[in-house]
């Protein structure tokens, strides 16, 4: 049983920043009731301009918030989530008029002690998305999960958003709740946080990160709402939706952006796919591997797996996409029909002979499509090495001619 005696609230010492930057701290709770009045306590240590989101808890939250009445508290029943929890709380910000918003967990894992150093790295880097960096390596009691997920999350905001970040699943974080106030976001749950980072980088936030304290308990002792399964397939579907709006609208939108804004663009054109200081076989492993993955036959995924792959790998991203674009439209029927033709032997009496011609319909493709796929990988590897000979080849020569 919880101990609902009014708790003890300290002596506000406050930084004048979170008065001067307009800056409130929101708390998204979910039964930790065990927790949360103890972190409320902690940050009523720096400020009282707090905004607690109650996500529908059916243990002792509700009575333990109503001892804070300094602070705004907003209920709801039933539990919808964290992502809405924290939607909740920055409509609430926005409302009261104030222009950052500090997301803390209620459940101990993070500490007040850190909010100064959130409000120092504003003042030192002006408006910006400020992230929370735990260091995963010397916490105790850290769970696996949390470790492959934060990687996984890392991974998948680089290539979304091309930012590096030590931390991208830390629930602290001071959120620019401006570039916010237009934005209709379309999660709900553990998601929202992803979504959140990647929209905000995508309209030119500045993106850091600050050092922060974190907490874990034993395992026995530790409370979470984290689904794995279902959670992690939802942020999984997200960072895919993501990704493919950052194939089809951001990159281009951004290419495009800073060419028309440079007057040097043909040079800067050229040293993106150059690169100057890149070694010959870079270049042509690039190469090779973009043509490799313009043939694989995951159609309508090719180019998000090479980008992801060249990134994982550090090649040159631009001559990866270049060279990926064998695939284009004209040249589709030929890469089917090169493709069933090179599968033929492998599939002995069950092949499918077919001919580049009225031949080459869906139907006639879908005859044998073991055929197909046995035969693609094959050109693939061809296409491949062909490209990478037929490159490192050129470039040897031009250096020679140069030279």
Known sequence: MNNLSKPFIPELSADPAFEDWKVCVIIPTFNNAATVAGVIADVLKYTRHIIVVNDGSTDDTAPLLNQFPGIFNISYSPNRGKGYALRSGFEKAMQLGYHYAITIDSDGQHFAKDLPAFLQKLKEEGPALIMGARN?????????????GNKFSNFWFKVETGIELPDTQTGYRLYPLEPMRQMKFFTRKYEFEIEAIVRLAWAGVKVTSVPITVYYPPAHERI?????????????????????????????RNFFRKFYKNKNWKQELRNMLLKPGETHLAKSNAIAFGGFMGIVPIWGFQLIVAIAVAHLFKLNKALVVLAAHISIAPMVPLIVFLSYKMGKPFMGSRAVDISLGKELTWSKIGQNIEQYIYGSML???????????????????????KG
């Open 224 to 252: 979470s709402h984290f689904r794995p399964f279902k959670d992690f397939t939802r942020i999984s579907i997200v960072n895919t939706v993501l990704v493919t709006i950052c194939f089809f609208y951001i990159w281009p």
């Open 136 to 148: 995963m390596k010397t916490a105790d009691n850290v769970p696996g999960k949390s470790s492959f």
């Open 379 to 401: 050109l693939a590897i061809i296409v491949g090495i062909t490209f990478w000979l037929s490159t490192f080849i050129f470039l040897k020569l031009r250096k020679r001619i």
